[in-house]
């Protein structure tokens, strides 16, 4: 049965731990439904491990639609999380008509919005409209570059006494989670006890009520880069790279297809097709 929000707040405060993970598809949400995940978020990151961008600057909404929609038909009975893309909640009215379609069309239970304190009037007006939200502090990867690049956020003392200022905001919001993204342990140790809503870490330690790792990391799917905070589960690439070159192989030296892999016509129509020789 698919979780709720209230769902989640009771694992925190029950110290269950959350386990949530990217997708960006149908057989890979088809996956992640299997071996029982808690939430399945649909990142913007699928520019860059799907469609090939150097950031996820470049994804619009019409790519959220189209591979949330893939992911709740994959995965039915899941929670789903997707990302809102770059410049599609600049303002208020604009981030309620798009967070809107991306639970009406797309079928999501709730939208991710990038951002701390300055983005609360924004969340709060969403969540206000009913629309779950899981806010996203430390790393934002839309503004990676007024950040310095990818990098750990929060290591000297005004930064972290920011970000926990920009928990406590988000949480005001009313966000029914906070992704924390590249930020000391101990700093997110610090949010996840000071917040009452649940913190999901990526490179934030284990302290946090839950964790989020891109499914195409945890097994080997994409090798562009890969951050420190990503553990390897499974290795399909190579796999997948040695079988599709054995059909290369086979096709060159005709054999395949086998005779297992054809389809058969009486003898009575080949004669009427052909005439008898």
């Not at 969540?127 to 939200?133: E, K």
């Not at 140790?189 to 839950?210: F, M």
Request: hydrophobic fraction near 40%.
């Amino acid at each position: 049965m698919r979780k709720t929000v209230p769902d989640f707040f009771k694992m925190k405060d029950e110290h269950e731990r959350i386990a949530m993970l990217t997708s960006y598809d149908y057989p890979t949400a088809h996956w992640a439904e299997e071996a029982n995940v808690d939430m399945i978020l649909v990142g913007d990151s699928l520019g860059m491990v799907v469609l090939g961008y150097d950031t996820t600057v470049p994804v619009t909404m019409d790519d959220m639609l189209h591979h949330t929609k893939a992911v709740r038909r994959g995965a039915p009975q899941t929670f789903v999380v997707t990302d809102m893309p770059f410049m599609s909640y600049p303002t208020i009215d604009i981030a309620l008509s798009n967070a809107g379609r991306l639970i009406k069309e797309g079928g999501a239970d709730a939208v991710k919005l990038e951002g701390g304190e300055s983005y609360a009037p924004i969340i709060k007006a969403l969540t206000q409209a009913g629309i779950p939200v899981v806010g996203h502090i430390g790393l934002t990867p839309q503004t990676a570059s007024q950040l310095g690049g990818f990098k750990v956020q929060g290591r000297d003392f005004e930064s972290a006494k920011q970000l926990m200022r920009d928990a406590h905001a988000l949480e005001e919001a009313g966000v029914m989670a906070i992704t924390l993204e590249a930020i000391p342990a101990e700093v997110a140790r610090r949010i996840t006890q000071e917040v009452n809503v649940p913190t999901i870490g990526i490179g934030a330690g284990k302290e946090c009520d839950g964790q989020v790792l891109v499914i195409h990391d945890m097994l080997s799917m994409f090798d562009r880069f890969k951050p420190k905070f990503v553990k390897t589960y499974g290795n399909v690439k190579p796999i997948a790279v040695e079988g599709i070159r054995q059909y290369v192989i086979e096709v060159k030296e005709q054999r395949f297809p086998g005779s297992e892999h054809e389809f058969s016509i009486s003898e009575e129509v080949i004669e009427k097709l052909y005439g008898k020789d």
